[in-house]
C-alpha cells in the first residue's frame, strides 16, 4: 500500500463494538479499500493502481476505546461555514447512542478555546443540548482563527481534561494545526485519537470529493445572482456585479454560474484574465452592453490579485496566516465605472457581496445528510482507534484520509478541464479575456 494512504492507529482495537446489534453486514473490515483512480483505459488496458486507495471508512467490529472510560472533546475552528452544527449534532449523537460515550466536551472558540480553558470553560455537551442546533447557523461552540501552533499548550489541557478523544472540524489550517497535535501526543507517548473533519466553504480541499456547506454556498450564492441579474436587466446599460466567496479556488462563483446560466463573465483565482485593449474584459463588456443592454458578472474573491497587489510578500496575513486580500469586488467596480464615464457611456451598475449572509446560513438538506454520515463516520474511526486523519468522500463513498495527504496540495479548478470549457459555452464569455497556458 502506498504509504501516503496509510492511516495511524493507537494500538489493537479490543472491546466488541456495541453496534454488533446491527448485524455483521454493518461493519467494515480495516482491508476494504476505495480506489483513488478509477478510470480503465480500454485502448491501452491500463487499470486502476489498488497501491493508491483509501481506508474505506465505517464501524468496526472492535473498539480500541472502552466507552464507560472515553470522554471525547469537539473543537471548531476558522471561518464560519453551512453545517457546522449539523456536524457536531451527528458526533455527539452518535457518541452517546451508538457507543454509550457520555462525557462529550465542546471546546468553545477552536484552539484558543483549547489554549484558555480558565477563559473558555468547556461545555458539557449531550444529546439534549444539540437537539435542534441543526436548524441554526454558525456553530453553538463559537469559533475563531489561530492557535493552532500553540501544540505544547493544548496537549496539556487535554491531558488535564483527560480526554481520550479530539473531533476537529476546520480547514487546512486547523487540520495542519491537528497534525501538530498528533505529533506531541506520539512524543509524549499519550493514547488520544485526534480526527478531522474538513470545513471549508470553498471546497479547496484535496483527496475529498466535496466538503460539506459547499453545496448550501454556491446554492445561496444563485439567490445572489438571480438578484443581480434582475437588476441588470431593468435598467439601460445596467450591470450586476457578484463577489463570491472563493480564496485561491473559484468553486463557488463556478458552480453558481453553471446552476443559473444567466453569468456573462465569470473570474477565478486559477486563471488570471486581462482588463485593458482589445482584448481586455472592459472592452467585451462594453460590446455585451452596447449588444444586449445588461450584463452579470461573478467575481470570486481571489481573483484579480495579480492585477490588485504587484508584491505579494507585503501584503498582511490574519490569525490563520491567511494573506489578506484586496476587495476585487470594489476595485472591478471601481474600473468599471471609470472606464464607461471616461467613453462617455452612463452604465447602472449594482454590486452584490453575500459572502457573510452565505457563511452563516444553516445547511440545506443535501448538505445535512453529507454532515450526519461524516459526524458518524468521524466516530466510527476514533472509536477504532485511529488517528491523524479526516474523514473524506470519494467516488460516492466515505474513506479515511491521512491528514497529511489531504493537507499536502490544495484543490483548484482545471481551466484545461471539461468542466472550464462547459463553463465557458454556458456564459459564452471571450476566450481572449484569458491567459490560459
Same mark, same amino acid.
Given at each position: 500500500?502506498?504509504?501516503?494512504?496509510?492511516?495511524?492507529?493507537?494500538?489493537?482495537?479490543?472491546?466488541?463494538?456495541?453496534?454488533?446489534?446491527?448485524?455483521?453486514?454493518?461493519? &467494515?473490515?480495516?482491508?476494504?479499500?476505495?480506489?483513488?483512480? &478509477?478510470?480503465?483505459?480500454?485502448?491501452?488496458?491500463?487499470?486502476?493502481?489498488?497501491?493508491?486507495?483509501?481506508?474505506?471508512?465505517?464501524?468496526?467490529?472492535?473498539?480500541?476505546?472502552?466507552?464507560?472510560?472515553?470522554? #471525547? #472533546?469537539?473543537v471548531t475552528c476558522g471561518g464560519l461555514c453551512p453545517?457546522?452544527?449539523?456536524?457536531?449534532?451527528?458526533?455527539?449523537?452518535?457518541?452517546?447512542?451508538?457507543?454509550?460515550?457520555?462525557?462529550?466536551?465542546?471546546?468553545?472558540?477552536?484552539?484558543?478555546?483549547?489554549?484558555?480553558?480558565?477563559?473558555?470553560?468547556?461545555?458539557?455537551?449531550?444529546?439534549?443540548?444539540?437537539?435542534?442546533?441543526?436548524?441554526?447557523?454558525?456553530?453553538?461552540?463559537?469559533?475563531?482563527?489561530?492557535?493552532?501552533?500553540?501544540?505544547?499548550?493544548?496537549?496539556?489541557?487535554?491531558?488535564?481534561?483527560?480526554?481520550?478523544?479530539?473531533?476537529?472540524?476546520?480547514?487546512?489550517?486547523?487540520?495542519?494545526?491537528?497534525?501538530?497535535?498528533?505529533?506531541?501526543?506520539?512524543?509524549?507517548?499519550?493514547?488520544?485519537?485526534? &480526527?478531522?473533519?474538513?470545513?471549508?466553504?470553498?471546497?479547496?480541499?484535496?483527496?475529498?470529493? %466535496?466538503?460539506?456547506?459547499?453545496?448550501?454556498?454556491? %446554492?445561496?450564492?444563485?439567490?445572489?445572482?438571480?438578484?443581480?441579474?434582475?437588476?441588470?436587466?431593468?435598467?439601460?446599460?445596467?450591470?450586476?456585479?457578484?463577489?463570491?466567496?472563493?480564496?485561491?479556488?473559484?468553486?463557488?462563483?463556478?458552480?453558481?454560474?453553471?446552476?443559473?446560466?444567466?453569468?456573462?463573465?465569470?473570474?477565478?483565482?486559477?486563471?488570471?484574465?486581462?482588463?485593458?485593449?482589445?482584448?481586455?474584459f472592459l472592452f467585451a463588456l462594453e460590446k455585451r452592453?452596447?449588444?444586449?443592454?445588461?450584463?452579470?458578472?461573478?467575481?470570486?474573491?481571489?481573483?484579480?490579485?495579480?492585477?490588485?497587489?504587484?508584491? #505579494?510578500?507585503?501584503?498582511?496575513?490574519?490569525?490563520?496566516?491567511?494573506?489578506?486580500?484586496?476587495?476585487?469586488?470594489?476595485?472591478?467596480?471601481?474600473?468599471? &465605472?471609470?472606464?464607461?464615464?471616461?467613453?462617455?457611456?452612463?452604465?447602472?451598475?449594482?454590486?452584490?457581496?453575500?459572502?457573510?449572509?452565505?457563511?452563516?446560513?444553516?445547511?440545506?438538506?443535501?448538505?445535512?445528510?453529507?454532515?450526519?454520515?461524516?459526524?458518524?463516520?468521524?466516530?466510527?474511526?476514533?472509536?477504532?482507534?485511529?488517528?491523524?486523519?479526516?474523514?473524506?468522500?470519494?467516488?460516492?463513498?466515505?474513506?479515511?484520509?491521512?491528514i497529511t495527504l489531504a493537507t499536502s496540495e490544495r484543490?483548484?479548478?482545471?481551466?484545461?478541464?471539461?468542466?472550464?470549457?462547459?463553463?465557458?459555452?454556458?456564459?459564452?464569455?471571450?476566450?481572449?479575456?484569458?491567459?490560459?497556458?
Amino acid at each position: 500500500m502506498n504509504k501516503q494512504f496509510v492511516i495511524k492507529d493507537l494500538g489493537k482495537a479490543t472491546f466488541t463494538s456495541p453496534s454488533f446489534n446491527l448485524g455483521p453486514s454493518s461493519f &467494515v473490515d480495516d482491508e476494504e479499500r476505495v480506489l483513488h483512480d &478509477v478510470i480503465y483505459n480500454q485502448n491501452t488496458k491500463k487499470m486502476p493502481d489498488p497501491e493508491f486507495s483509501f481506508e474505506k471508512a465505517g464501524p468496526r467490529k472492535r473498539m480500541f476505546f472502552e466507552p464507560n472510560n472515553t470522554k #471525547a #472533546a469537539i473543537v471548531t475552528c476558522g471561518g464560519l461555514c453551512p453545517g457546522i452544527n449539523d456536524v457536531i449534532r451527528a458526533i455527539v449523537r452518535e457518541l452517546y447512542f451508538g457507543y454509550g460515550v457520555h462525557s462529550i466536551l465542546g471546546i468553545p472558540y477552536g484552539y484558543n478555546g483549547l489554549i484558555n480553558l480558565h477563559k473558555y470553560k468547556p461545555i458539557p455537551l449531550n444529546p439534549e443540548y444539540v437537539d435542534n442546533i441543526h436548524t441554526m447557523g454558525g456553530t453553538v461552540l463559537g469559533s475563531s482563527r489561530g492557535g493552532g501552533d500553540k501544540v505544547k499548550e493544548m496537549v496539556d489541557n487535554l491531558e488535564f481534561l483527560e480526554v481520550n478523544i479530539l473531533f476537529t472540524i476546520g480547514g487546512d489550517g486547523t487540520l495542519k494545526g491537528a497534525h501538530g497535535l498528533i505529533e506531541e501526543i506520539e512524543r509524549r507517548g499519550l493514547k488520544i485519537s485526534v &480526527v478531522g473533519v474538513p470545513k471549508t466553504i470553498d471546497n479547496d480541499i484535496s483527496y475529498i470529493q %466535496s466538503s460539506f456547506g459547499f453545496e448550501t454556498a454556491f %446554492s445561496l450564492a444563485t439567490d445572489a445572482i438571480t438578484c443581480a441579474s434582475i437588476e441588470a436587466d431593468n435598467a439601460p446599460m445596467g450591470i450586476g456585479l457578484v463577489k463570491l466567496m472563493g480564496r485561491h479556488s473559484g468553486f463557488i462563483a463556478t458552480n453558481a454560474t453553471l446552476a443559473m446560466n444567466d453569468v456573462n463573465f465569470v473570474f477565478v483565482p486559477e486563471v488570471p484574465f486581462k482588463m485593458d485593449g482589445p482584448d481586455g474584459f472592459l472592452f467585451a463588456l462594453e460590446k455585451r452592453l452596447l449588444a444586449r443592454d445588461h450584463a452579470v458578472i461573478c467575481m470570486a474573491e481571489g481573483a484579480g490579485q495579480d492585477i490588485l497587489v504587484a508584491d #505579494a510578500a507585503n501584503q498582511e496575513t490574519d490569525a490563520s496566516n491567511n494573506v489578506k486580500l484586496e476587495d476585487v469586488g470594489l476595485w472591478m467596480k471601481d474600473r468599471i &465605472v471609470e472606464y464607461f464615464k471616461s467613453r462617455s457611456l452612463e452604465v447602472n451598475l449594482k454590486y452584490i457581496d453575500p459572502s457573510y449572509m452565505i457563511r452563516s446560513a444553516p445547511a440545506c438538506p443535501n448538505d445535512s445528510i453529507y454532515c450526519l454520515l461524516l459526524g458518524q463516520n468521524a466516530v466510527h474511526a476514533a472509536m477504532a482507534g485511529k488517528t491523524d486523519l479526516i474523514i473524506g468522500r470519494w467516488n460516492n463513498m466515505y474513506t479515511h484520509v491521512p491528514i497529511t495527504l489531504a493537507t499536502s496540495e490544495r484543490k483548484y479548478l482545471n481551466p484545461n478541464s471539461v468542466f472550464w470549457r462547459n463553463l465557458m459555452s454556458a456564459t459564452r464569455q471571450p476566450l481572449e479575456i484569458f491567459d490560459i497556458k
